[in-house]
């Protein structure tokens, strides 16, 4: 074939350009330690990454939301532990002076601190986490219960979804775990009524309250029981979203980001080939006829 | 016998052949690096006829029978079509690859919005009487707007980017062709008295290619020597010395983008060609604008209008904090046209967060959820193409990363398919400096040869001068 000086100098450029860009894009991908940045890069590689990137970022909001689903039970079982030991108390007070041989100034005495034990109950039904009220079922925005003891939440329970189409609750029902709706127990009237029976010495009103403070103590823990167990179904799902994010994260990293060695080797090469490409082409460039006619 | 005065005749007439071979090979050293440009050879030939001499024929010198060109026309016949093919390809490859909407890596881009928003609206389902989440939410909900907004922006640049790029080309492409026309009849004039115009065929043929990546034109070559260019379907861009004339004209029904037409050298109503006419870098220009990036921008639109139908629809069934409802959360407008540029957040809901419907029932304020769980439905629920928002916007990205990739793929191929002919036809008709050197030096020998010739004849002419 015959070669011509043009075909010389263009054969060294377009070469050494290819070499360039060689070199450029394995040091590129060095640098950046990603493979795919644009989605011609490798278009089937660029619709999983987006699709993966998606489930992780729903993932990552599933965990988000199940921390503070976890937090607001917490503070719930916080709340009906306190109760709870409020109610214990109150009973222990009833079964001590459900005895006749106490007198109406001992039942008297103790009639107050039940009056502070139903007032200590009201406050932790009324607790509020996350600037809401915790037991007023969706009516959260306001203090559930009044002075009196009337419930004026709601009986609705929040629920969050934790995988597609798949719904947790995140809340007890105040009205049952409280108020006893259902065939349950008032835990707060039932404090307040042994309080009243502790005022006017009624033995036998007293006597009364212990089946209703029993219940109502059998009751709260049942609502403990509930929350726990929503708590181990959160923390479940955040434990598993939290793997499956590991995998996920790990299957997209091996599409999406540069494999160092492979591309440290390729970056090797294309110098290589460079420098082959510049040493070759100096070497054509000097032999020409001119160098040799006087 | 011939005499020795028509001896020093005959040498100085080789002596100016000589002079043209080595201005020959001068003019092609000069023209070592003009693009188009076919190395000439000058041949020499014997002066007929011999002069009879008694019974033999005794030879007169050298005399120039002419310069030709070195050139392979079956060659040459191979490199338009891959001239207009690498630029068609280069073109289309350019104009896509430019977009960075859908860069993986972009921030602010749609896909990674569409995540921020369904992320911020889980989080407020857990707690939907939170202002400051359901700010966090409605803040979301804008940067989805935002980022469709920029990303058909981003799309809407590239296209009209492409019509200002054919606002200079459609010029040239005017230009190149009634200089080809012009040509055509310099070289017929010049051809007349039977000479080859070798400089005026290199002209031509540059201005040829020229036009053929610009247009995709086939060349026509004609009984008389001329060159016509004829584009797709039969469509004359020029036919002897009379060229068509390319113009444009904006079309209300592609966005107000520019429509190329073509007026036919007889003055003839002008009509509008597409890329299925028009091929080469005006051609690619053409399929990247109304193609590839038209197709993006459909998808884009589809993917906002069906997005914010979804969402409204389950919006408009919940109830806000203040107890109003029937509320949209997105303006998308009422067909998918145009929809990525206009989805934006319901300034009412952006103005004032309460507003966002996040409860199923008025009776249930402020802390039931439901309707938002609908709202958040939508991220797993079909749209009108039958995909999720999230696996459109995958496929979008994908599907567009494939048209740029196979754009950018055919350009590569037909760019080294091009060189590949190129090269060929440089290796025929390109200048070798050494082999021109060659000539030159064999143009100066014989030179100083046929001078030796003429000072031995006038020695000999001195010696019979000299004779008593």
Sequence with gaps: MRVTDRMTFEGAQTRTARSREALERSSTEIATGVRVDTPWSDPGAAGFIL???????????????????????EATDTALAAMGDALSRARELATQLANPTYSATQRAAAAQEVRGLAQSMLAQANVKFNNRFLFGGDKDGSAPFDAAGNYLGDSNVRQIEIAPGIFQDVSIRADVALKGVGGGTDVI?????????LETNDVAGVQGRLAGLEAGVSQLASARVQSGTIVNVLESVGAAAMATSTSLAAARSKIQDADLIDAGTRMALAQRSLEATLQSSSQSFKLTLLSYLR | MADLFSLLGNASASLAAQRGLSQTASNNLQN???PGYSRQRAELAAVLPAERVGGAFMGQGAVLAGVTQARDRFLESQVPANLASAARYRAQADAVSALAAFNLEQPGGPAAALNGYFGAMRVLSQNPSDVGLRQAAVNSAQAVGIAFNSASQQINTARSAVDDRLKGDVETINQLAQRLADLNKEVREARAD??????LLDTRQRVQDQLVEMTGAVPVPAANGDVGLALGKGVSLVTGDQAARLSLLANPSNNGLLDVRITPSGGANARTVDASVLGGSTGGLLEARDGTLKTALDGLDTLAFDFAS???AAHQAGVALDGSSGA????AGISSAGAATRLSVNPAIAGDVKLLQASDSAGSLPGNNKALLNVLAVADAALSNGQTVMTGMSQLTSSFGANVASAQGLAEHHEALKAHVEGLRESTSGVSIDEEMVHLSRAQRAFEAVSKVIQITDQMLDTLMKLK
């Design chain 1, 51 to 73: 699709s993966q990137t998606g489930n992780l970022e729903r993932l990552a909001a599933t965990r988000k939301t199940t921390e503070q689903a976890v937090q607001e039970l």
């Design chain 1, 189 to 197: 009237s039932e404090v307040e009524a042994l309080a009243a029976a």
């Design chain 2, 32 to 34: 070592v690096n003009t």
């Design chain 2, 194 to 199: 039977g000479a080859s115009p070798n400089d």
């Design chain 2, 310 to 312: 979804a969402t409204n």
């Design chain 2, 328 to 331: 949209d959360l997105f303006n």
